[in-house]
């Protein structure tokens, strides 16, 4: 079955630099959810969209920036990076329906960003 | 404030013991939970969630949970481990009002299994 697919796997910048991570949800997903991983942490909520909308936010600074496209994927933008920005990013998404609530989210498998 | 405590960072045993990793919620209003498997270099996996009815969740790779209100737990256990279960765990609840939220994770337990 498809999966969420991130883009790049892995990312090495530099200090001050912008990156762009970018998500694609199973396909017929409409929620997508990006989350910050830092080394030998737990995954740690930055941002969703559902239907191309701002669903909630959590600890996502202000130099990051995200959106959903009309195809669903979603892409996070971070400028002026720092040193603490390292670390691997997730991308989940999942099926709201009409159903039972909180479908679960199925992760990527992640972009691990290094700066330097 | 939703939180999740897991308690044991690292939890060791033999192949073919039983596992238990422990984790205990706090929230006003029982909200969903789940366990999430990570191998390394990759992606959260699920291996449960319990939202409503049966409170003992079964999930993929023998592992199953039980919902204990009373206690505010959701323990994760396998009656035999393999060495193929060495991984970290993540216990994660999800608020119930609003539906579609964030997972709020535990800090995570690693599992070490040895012969």
Not at chain 1, 12 to 38: N, S
Request: aromatic fraction near 12%.
């Amino acid at each position: 079955a498809a999966g969420v697919i991130q883009s790049p796997r892995h990312l090495i910048k530099e200090k001050r630099e912008t990156a762009t991570l970018k998500c694609y949800p199973i396909p017929r997903h409409d929620t997508v959810y990006w989350y910050q991983q830092g080394p030998g942490q737990d995954p740690q909520f930055l941002i969703s969209f559902y239907e191309k909308m701002q669903s909630d936010k959590g600890s996502i600074p202000d130099r990051f920036s995200a959106q959903q496209f009309s195809d669903y994927h979603s892409e996070l933008n971070m400028s002026s990076l720092e040193l603490g920005d390292s670390a691997l990013y997730f991308c989940a998404s999942s099926l709201r329906g009409s159903g039972e609530l909180n479908q679960p989210q199925h992760f990527g498998d992640g972009t691990r960003l290094s700066i330097l | 404030a939703q939180s999740v405590t897991q308690l044991g960072s690292h939890v060791s045993v033999s192949e073919g013991a039983l596992v238990l990793l422990r984790c205990n919620y706090s929230s006003s209003v029982p909200p969903y939970l789940f366990w999430y498997v990570q191998y390394p270099n990759q992606g959260l996996q699920l291996l449960l969630k319990y939202t409503t009815g049966a409170t003992l969740v079964k999930g993929i790779n023998g592992f199953e949970a039980e919902f204990k209100k009373s206690e505010t737990s959701f323990h994760l256990t396998k009656p035999s481990a393999h060495m193929s279960d060495a991984a970290e765990y993540f216990c994660a609840v999800s608020p119930v009002s609003g539906g579609y939220n964030k997972l709020i994770f535990g800090a995570g337990t690693r599992l070490a299994v040895h012969p």
